[in-house]
């Protein structure tokens, strides 16, 4: 999410490793350190105007079509500058080859940029495009379980996401439906209806994917996810964007629609609009143009008379549903043993034919014995009558979600304070879980239960980059959710009254706030988790709540101004405060003050998203954690007024990632020696550490990873006799470690991945307890000698991913 986007990053960092191992290979060259100083001049040059290009996809999360070419050139150099640094001194024909390989790269780069002029021409174009109201944000939401939670990478913001390879039981459906899309005389308006998990959506993939679907509307097939809270708006902004048009500020929604229709009208040719995930037939509406050729497809949860009858997605019949079955619970060869296939048909009769549904029981049960088997079936053992209500699904997943434990049970129903189809970041679900459960004690056992909910498919985990540490550190660790899941979360938790519940889960659209809540029809409400969701046109004008027993408060909003709500200041027993910003832009947030009212001294974490922070004007004394991410922060640490050890006193961990404002740490940072965790990564702007940094004698770990600026480590960092971890990996202007490193006698892990420029002191000899070293294979080989000295050291050799395709997308 953010967002502010990682994805931003990616011209930036590739050029930044370039850079890197061009200098580096200037230190080491022999025969054409001259073609590689001109190279490297040539890439200097255009770093302002790429910088800036960076700083922009900061906030924009699509693909990079004016860069691509030059991303693949720059990948090619570094491994071309990678390879003739490994040429010997004697092989005087491979010197030639890659002296004229680097010239002709060099000119490469030159004629694609001409230095300045098309370099200006794709800022410029990323001056238009940031204008834009929101970011690409498409998900593949496959609705038959395979495959479900993957993220897609898209050419555009309205591509058809690539349908999952297991679409068993849709060869008839997407027949039908393909004859009736080919028709140049029938419906306009063809709508595809199901309970949600039926498998819809990919069975609209699969449609698009199709060679004569393709040869009809060619590169005119537009795919938008609607969902509840739509916005006609954005949805037109993101075709003409599509379609490489200038997007212009609409007035009004009518405006957006009559451009539209003439962008439309200009084609000339057969159009497909797909409207994925539609709750209401008035959205269809307002896209039916009188145009020949043009076709809309939409998919949705409830039928739409208004558009004739549609075709209603079936449930699976027998054949498809057992071999989706068995694709799940025995992804290795599809067998199963007679008894076990015996049990299966059971399992099938109570799943009646619903993709999703079979696909998380198939795996819930694979690789279980049989007697799991045979209980799972005796607890769902309810006949015909569970697929009888329009909740039929949800009492299917009800049962996978009974199966839990109540400890895992508690923590999964907190992933409803999320939006859906956002990645959500482990690091806040462990502040969180840290808070309300004792059974969480950490980062690791906060993982285990992610794990665990994992292979009942309840979520999905993965690691948003490659060489991502296991230390602890989960800053890459993301969770996904389904929709249809986290409507089952909402289901659950809203099974009490509003002031019993545990947890209060509020999504308000515009300024639309629930009647109980606007006419304050409620007592005092219990809950100790409050999430409230806003969207783009939320004016922060808030009702008074009163909800004293609350202990975890969730914001999740999508504007560029945000108020903090003043009942916060009642909520005395407080202890994580988590804001984050969907936005296309990040937010300013005001009233951040309130936070240091004593009725709230409880108050232990917080964590700001895609946040513009104008001013720390607050003193929280009691507060041990604060993450700040994607944040613009740099004119709130500079005021000359603020002091870090001021505001926050007894801090135990300092979070920042990805701030690309921050050029130095806050005054007074230095003066909190209470301080035991250090995080600052991915801030390439920043150049120095505080001088005074020694004086954190508590500090246990200090990451400076991927600070791209970062010119040296002050000798004082010696001074950390409790540093356990230090990470200062693909921190590329480092040239050498402090000369009395070997003072750090706590230290056991030192992270140096990409670093092979940086020169290693003698001093390393002491670290006697050092016992692992991360880093790439060329650092590896220096410290080789160090193993005679340090007994237990163990070098674990990362391999350096140039293409750095983790980057690409940190929000969806």
Not at 271 to 299: A, G
Request: some cysteine; overall charge negative.
């Amino acid at each position: 999410m953010a967002a502010a986007n990682v994805g931003g990053a990616f011209l930036g960092a590739v050029f930044g490793e370039v850079l890197k191992i061009v200098t580096d290979a200037i230190r080491k060259a022999y025969k054409f350190k001259s073609e590689l100083e001109e190279l490297k001049s040539t890439l200097e040059s255009i770093m302002p105007t790429l910088q800036e290009i960076e700083k922009l996809n900061g906030v924009l999360d699509i693909p990079e079509r004016e860069t691509d070419k030059l991303k693949k050139e720059l990948i090619k150099g570094a491994k071309l500058v990678r390879q003739s640094s490994k040429v010997k001194r004697f092989c005087f024909f491979n010197r030639v080859n890659y002296a004229d390989k680097i010239i002709k790269l060099k000119k490469s780069i030159e004629t694609f940029c001409n230095i300045n002029l098309q370099t200006q021409m794709a800022r410029d174009n990323k001056r238009i495009l940031v204008g834009m109201d929101s970011m690409v944000k498409i998900l593949s939401k496959n609705e038959n379980g395979v495959g479900v939670f993957n993220r897609v990478e898209i050419d555009g913001p309205c591509s058809v996401p690539d349908p999952p390879v297991n679409t068993l039981g849709l060869d008839v459906p997407m027949k039908e439906l393909r004859t009736e899309l080919l028709k140049d005389d029938g419906m306009q308006v063809i709508v595809v209806s199901a309970p949600g998990g039926a498998g819809k959506t990919t069975l609209i993939k699969k449609l698009c994917a199709d060679d004569q679907v393709k040869g009809k509307f060619q590169e005119n097939i537009f795919f938008v996810t609607v969902s509840k809270t739509p916005d006609a708006m954005v949805i037109v902004k993101r075709i003409f964007q599509h379609k490489k048009k200038e997007v212009l500020a609409f007035q009004t929604e009518e405006v957006a629609i009559n451009d539209l229709e003439r962008l439309l009208k200009s084609i000339g040719q057969a159009i497909l609009l797909v409207l994925d995930d539609v709750w209401s037939e008035s959205v269809v509406q307002k896209f039916k143009f009188e145009l020949p050729n043009y076709k809309i497809l939409v998919t949705s949860r409830s039928v739409f008379p208004q558009f004739g009858s549609g075709h209603q997605l079936k449930p699976l019949n027998d054949e498809a549903a057992m071999s989706l079955f068995l694709s799940s619970v025995t992804p290795q060869d599809g067998k199963l043993s007679f008894f076990y296939e015996d049990l299966a048909k059971k399992i099938l009769r109570v799943c009646k034919g619903s993709p999703l549904a079979l696909t998380v029981v198939g795996r819930l049960l694979c690789g279980k014995p049989a007697a799991v088997w045979q209980s799972t079936l005796k607890e769902w053992d309810r006949g015909e009558s569970i697929f009888i209500s329009g909740t039929e699904l949800l009492v299917c997943l009800q049962s996978t979600l009974d199966a839990l434990d109540e400890e895992v049970k508690e923590c999964y129903l907190d992933l409803g304070s999320f939006p859906e189809d956002q990645r959500i970041p482990i690091t806040a679900l462990i502040d969180m879980w840290m808070e309300l459960y004792e059974c969480v004690e950490d980062g690791l056992s906060a993982i285990t239960k992610l794990h665990k909910l994992s292979d009942r498919c309840l979520v999905n985990l993965f690691i948003a980059r490659k060489n991502a540490s296991d230390d602890g550190y989960y800053n890459d660790h993301f969770v996904m959710q389904h929709d249809l899941l986290r409507d089952l979360i909402i289901h659950q938790s809203m099974s009490e009254t509003i002031e019993r519940t545990k947890r209060l889960i509020i999504d308000i659209s515009g300024n639309k706030f629930p009647k109980w809540w606007s006419e304050k029809k409620t007592n005092p409400i219990h809950a100790r988790l409050l999430s409230i969701s806003t969207d783009e046109t939320f004016s922060s004008c808030w009702y008074e709540l009163n909800a004293p027993e609350v202990e975890v408060v969730v914001l999740n909003l999508r504007t560029t101004e945000y108020t903090l709500p003043n009942f916060v200041e009642n909520m005395g027993k407080m202890k994580v405060l988590i804001v984050t910003n969907h936005g296309f832009l990040p937010a300013k947030l005001s009233n951040f003050s309130i936070l240091g009212s004593h009725s709230i001294s409880n108050l232990k974490r917080i964590r700001l998203e895609h946040i513009s922070i104008p001013s720390f004007d607050v003193q929280m004394s009691n507060l041990q954690k604060i993450s700040l991410v994607m944040c613009n922060v740099g004119q709130a640490f500079k005021n000359s007024n603020f002091q870090i050890s001021d505001a926050f006193p007894n801090l135990l961990e300092f979070e920042i990632d990805y701030c690309n404002d921050l050029e130095e740490l806050p005054a007074g940072l230095c003066d909190i020696v209470s301080l035991k965790k250090l995080s600052i990564t991915n801030c390439h702007k920043l150049s120095t550490l505080p001088e005074g940094i020694g004086k954190l004698v508590k500090l246990e770990e200090l990451r400076l990873a991927s600070c791209t600026e970062l010119s040296e480590l002050p000798e004082m960092v010696s001074e950390l006799s409790n540093l356990k971890l230090l990470d200062i990996s693909e921190c590329l202007s480092i040239s050498e470690l402090p000369t009395q490193v070997g003072k750090l006698s706590s230290l056991e892990t030192l992270c140096m991945i990409g670093c092979s420029s940086c020169e290693l002191p003698e001093s390393l000899t002491e670290l006697q307890k050092l016992n692992l070293v991360k880093c790439d294979e060329e650092t590896a080989y220096q410290w080789e000698p160090y193993k005679t000295f340090i007994e237990k050291l163990k070098v674990e050799v990362l391999k350096e991913d140039i293409n750095l395709n983790w980057l690409r997308k940190r929000h969806l």
